[in-house]
């Protein structure tokens, strides 16, 4: 069992940044592939950034490459999402998930989500 819980969204200006915390809890973290995703108003959930747990592997959206860095420390059992230069474009709901098999194909968990708002 893990249970995630995302921090730092807040209302901010077109190119200023933010970074988000995802807190978890429980053992398989370290051996999870952690992830972001976002869902705006009115649209799907879309994937934003992941970070396997395995090699250090991290993969982006295209809508988020060079602006947006994945990070996580296993040993405080949490992942950041760094986002510079936002867009209003990036306004949405943004939730952290992990996949204990660590295949990053099946997410399993997930947080319960953090606002974040880029104002033009």
């Known amino acids: 069992q893990l249970q995630l819980v995302e921090s730092g969204g807040a209302l901010v200006q077109a190119g200023g940044s933010l970074r988000l915390s995802c807190a978890a809890s429980?053992?398989?973290?370290?051996?999870?592939?952690m992830a972001w995703f976002r869902q705006a108003v009115g649209k799907e959930r879309e994937f934003v950034a992941a970070f396997s747990w395995f090699g250090g592997i991290t993969v982006y959206a295209d809508s988020v490459k060079g602006r947006f860095t994945i990070s996580r420390d296993n040993n405080k059992s949490t992942v950041y999402l760094q986002m510079n230069t936002l867009k209003p474009e990036d306004t949405a709901v943004y939730y952290c998930?992990?996949?204990?098999?660590?295949?990053?194909?099946?997410?399993?968990?997930w947080g319960q989500g953090t606002q974040v708002t880029v104002s033009s």
């Open positions: 429980g053992r398989s973290f370290s051996m999870s592939t």
């Open positions: 998930a992990a996949d204990p098999n660590g295949t990053g194909e099946e997410y399993s968990y």
